[in-house]
């Protein structure tokens, strides 16, 4: 298992788009996958459980990847969860 830590860097947090990027990258993971936040845990199989975090802008979290090249995975995760979104895309 490799831990990494982030904080969420979205000025709107990560609500419904932004979960949804994190989940369909997290689900495409032959693995498995647990962010720890201060208000639960998930394993970014369901957006709903992702937003339910309530993960706003400064949010840390801890991003747990055990399975195939998890470190370089984990790191993925934590520049998902770091990203500014922007939608639509400018």
Sequence with gaps: MFEAKAVVRNEAGIHCRPSAILVKEGSSYAGKIRVIAESGTCDLTSALECIMLGLEKGAAVTI?????DEEAYALKLVKLFET???FPPR
């Design 84 to 86: 500014h979104f922007d």
């Design 64 to 68: 747990q990847v055990t399975g195939p």
